[in-house]
């Protein structure tokens, strides 16, 4: 009748057990007491089974908040729910290991409806590779074994009156539920420039010592909140800085600020350094100045930003990819591999970075009907690259003098993410294939360039394995093949935002994340020069080009088509009754036409008391204006252009 310790209940079954098994004699002597004794047994039995089903499950040690949990970036395939389906389907964490609470202003059954639909079409795919197996906690990979699993609130619901919560309120509706959790992850997929003030929340109700002995024993030292922070962090050198100084402000050390940059969960670069012992064996070099003059990174898509546009305004090619992604990747290439450990790796990669490299310059295009995209605005100033092609010159000891070109575009005509290396006095290239998860090609491969020894050797195995390897021998004739190559369309790999949420559960988040360390030198070595050189370049140093097939060439090289942006500007969008009519709804236009039509293009906010759109002669005639009775506030030099 008294509660029993698990242990005292395991020695009661045990001691019975041996008397029956130990002592067959007795059964054959005294039936009687054999069935007593079973008897007995089976009532110890009862009272373990009682005793472990009276414990309580243990309470999950992290607690995982979504923040912006109905955005295309959590929604879409290959975005944060898709890995972190995936990563629960693949034993990385359960209910009794890390809670998941998606913060959205809309109803919980309209989120399950959004999140079964992208997890349905993701379990199709994952169903038909051979190599992936299901490893979810009780052996159920299902999307709505997933979503049941989800911690729905109502904590991003609108006010009754229709209002916003504000962060703080939030926060603090939400804190009880974390209060067991030794640790708190709240990934923040909304706009940056509300980091600071949700920093500041959940710093200040999230991040104290949680009541509960347990929490506060597991609970590290550095605070127990860790914010996952998308990109783009910031706009520019200043506007990063501006980021990061309003979390520490909120008392947020920046070992606890990881940046996302789902490149450095490709598994093709993020095992760059494991790679490149082998690489360099089977080629007989070392990564020096001594064997390579050129080293080539680049993203190229294959078609526009088609209907994207108005997430592209202000952004261009150099903002979007070449400040995080391609800086990040050569300098996963450029490290010494016993650096990419969980310690040494982000001083590693900011060493590189800061110290590699003086200045860079770059080349700018738009690709021809960009600017017809909806949601543009006009900017007199700058023009928006959808390709940029950025040289750099490596300046440490083993590496002084070479040649590097970081270049991504759009409506290239194909897609391309690689690493080409060039041999010093040869004719020999090295290619990393490195978009396995996207464009399923990850290998590496020469061509002109012999083998020094063809041996097999070990490379890191795909999936959530940490530690696995699988051997791998050189298939190079003739100075043309792969080294190594990970072509089976049966292998499993894990989506970046998986491997992310494994780096959370081990503790390793500077394996997966950029760090604050890292990213402020990318942005100071993309602003050499000023922030309108690379960033925000002038619209007559930007060329208009068309896709390789306009002009019958093979990608990804594209069509010049003689004009620059400025050109376009100044033709194709001119202020005229015939382009009123053509360009009517074409938003970029209705914005020129605007600004343009009201101090000599230089005002600064234009607000309309009624509604309605004026038309380019009109405005010139000044007729609409007094019509339509529009504002024009006089410039606030007081507040921030």
């Not at 007491?33 to 009276?54: E, G, P, Y």
């Not at 309580?56 to 995982?64: E, V």
Request: contains cysteine; glycine residues 8%; proline residues 6%.
């Amino acid at each position: 009748p008294h509660p029993v310790h698990p242990v005292e209940a395991i020695v009661v079954w045990w001691k019975t057990t041996a008397c029956i098994l130990w002592k067959p004699s007795w059964f054959g002597e005294r039936m009687h007491m054999a069935t007593a004794r079973i008897a007995l047994l089976a009532a110890a039995s009862a009272k373990l089974v009682d005793a472990f089903s009276s414990v309580p499950k243990p309470t999950p040690t992290i607690g995982y908040v979504l923040l912006g949990a109905n955005g295309d970036n959590v929604i879409r395939q290959n975005g944060v729910l898709h890995g972190l389906y995936e990563a629960w389907c693949g034993g990385i964490f359960g209910a009794d290991t890390m809670e998941i609470y998606p913060i959205s202003s809309r109803p919980e059954e309209e989120l399950r409806e959004l999140y079964a639909d992208t997890l349905g079409q993701v379990q199709s795919k994952l169903d038909i590779v051979g190599d992936w197996e299901c490893n979810a906690d009780g052996g159920v990979c299902t999307p709505d074994a997933f979503i049941n699993e989800l911690k729905f609130n109502s904590v991003g619901a609108k006010k009754p009156d229709g209002s916003r919560k504000s962060a703080l309120e939030q926060a603090q509706e939400l804190a009880p539920n974390l209060e067991p959790y030794a640790s708190i992850n709240l990934f923040m997929s909304i706009p940056p420039s509300a980091y600071g003030e949700w920093a500041e929340a959940t710093a200040n109700e999230w991040d104290k010592p949680s009541g509960s002995r347990r929490s506060r024993r597991l609970q590290k030292a550095g605070g127990r909140l860790h914010l996952l922070l998308e990109k783009p962090f910031g706009t520019s050198k200043d506007d990063a800085h501006e980021l990061h100084d309003a979390i520490a402000a909120a008392g947020i050390d920046s070992d606890h600020e990881h940046i996302v940059d789902h490149w450095l969960n490709f598994f093709m670069i993020k095992n760059l350094p494991a790679f490149r012992p082998s690489v360099e064996a089977a080629l007989g070099v070392k990564l020096s100045s001594d064997y390579f003059s050129k080293i080539v990174i680049t993203q190229y898509e294959k078609r526009g930003l088609e209907g994207r546009g108005g997430f592209f305004d202000g952004v261009g090619q150099v903002r979007d990819v070449i400040q995080s992604h391609l800086l990040q990747t050569l300098a996963l290439l450029l490290i010494t591999p016993a650096n990419a450990t969980v310690e040494s790796i982000s001083t590693a990669k900011s060493n590189v970075i800061g110290l590699l490299f003086d200045g860079m310059a770059c080349s700018f295009g738009q690709y021809h009907g960009f600017l017809l995209e909806e949601g543009l605005s006009f900017h007199a100033e700058f023009a928006d690259s959808t390709l940029a092609r950025c040289d750099l010159t490596a300046m440490s000891n083993n590496m002084n003098g070479v040649e590097i070109v970081l270049q991504a575009g759009k409506m290239m005509g194909e897609f391309l993410y690689s690493i080409d290396m060039y041999q010093k006095g040869g004719p020999g290239v090295l290619t990393y294939d490195i978009g396995k998860e996207d464009l399923n090609l990850g290998d590496v491969k020469v061509r002109n360039w012999d083998l020094a020894d063809g041996n097999k050797f070990t490379v890191p195995a795909p999936g959530f394995q940490g530690g696995q390897v699988v051997e791998m021998t050189p298939n190079v004739v003739s100075g043309h093949g792969a080294i190594l190559n990970y072509s089976d369309p049966n292998e499993y790999f894990a989506t970046p935002y998986a491997m992310m949420v494994q780096a959370i559960l081990d503790e390793k988040y500077d394996l997966a994340f950029a760090t604050w360390k890292t990213v402020k030198k990318c942005w100071a070595l993309v602003e050499d020069g000023g922030a309108n050189k690379n960033l925000d370049p002038a619209p007559d140093q930007v060329r208009v080009y068309g896709a390789p097939d306009t002009c019958g060439n093979h990608p990804p090289d594209v069509c010049y088509t003689g004009k620059t942006v400025q050109d376009v500007y100044e033709d194709d969008f001119e202020c005229t009754a015939e382009h009123d009519m053509e360009l009517e709804e074409v938003d970029l236009y209705q914005a020129k036409v605007t600004q343009s039509s009201f101090s000599g293009g230089s005002m600064r906010e234009i607000s309309p008391s009624r509604g309605g759109s004026p038309t380019c002669s009109a405005l010139l005639r000044n007729e609409w204006v007094k019509e339509k009775e529009w504002i024009v506030p006089e410039p606030d030099t007081a507040a921030p252009a």
